[in-house]
Every structure is written in C-alpha cells, then in structure tokens.
C-alpha cells in the first residue's frame, strides 16, 4: 500500500486512502459506506489480514495493551509455491554459482581493460 518516497516515508495513492476510508466507515457500520473493492464482506466489515483487523479489547489486553498492528492485522496471504524446499535450495544454489562465475568473468574483464588503459586494479 502507498510507495515509499524515501528512507522514512510512504506516500498514499488516492485509491489507498479511499480504501482506508471506506473500510473505516463499512467498520463504524454506517449505512453509506462505500465498501472497499476486492475485499471481503462488502456488504459489512470483514478483518482482511495484512490489512484491518477489529480487535476485541481483551485481545489487546492479551497483548499488554500495546497496539502495533502487526500484532493484530498479521500478514497478508502469500502465494506460496509448490516448490519442494530441497528443489529450491539446489535450484537458487545454482543460479547462485552461475552469478558468481559471471561476476569473476566481469571482474576479469575489468582488470584487463584498466590494464590495457595502463591502470593497475
């Protein structure tokens, strides 16, 4: 949601805070809320993990009354593959060679081309 504009901040589309506000109303349960679209519940609110969640005073006081809302809202469901862990590993292991043997030829390359411009690296 938003776009980080630099180290500290994210900037939020209109479309983003539309979404917030209309979550916000269909939660508060008025009448004219426009619901959020591609959610869950439009007709009423509905918790969206990685999102919005209503939490229950006693799941706050569970949690020492601290509100961060990664404590509450979660993460949004990711698509997980069906890629074997093993598989992966020996897959991204490989790729992984194959980049640092082109780094060591691009290194290489480098070397050669300052040598050749008389510059020792």
Known sequence: MGAMVDRTHREL??????????????????????????????????????????????????????LTPGRYVGAAASDEDDEPFDEKMKRLTAELAEQFAEGRRLEAKIRANLADSGFDA
């Open 13 to 66: 589309t209109d479309e983003d805070i539309a979404r917030i506000a209309g979550t916000y109303h269909t939660w508060r349960g008025e009448p004219a809320a426009a619901a959020p679209e591609n959610e869950p519940g439009t007709s009423s609110y509905a918790d969206v993990p990685g999102f919005c969640k209503s939490a229950t005073t006693e799941q706050i006081a569970e949690h020492g009354f601290v």
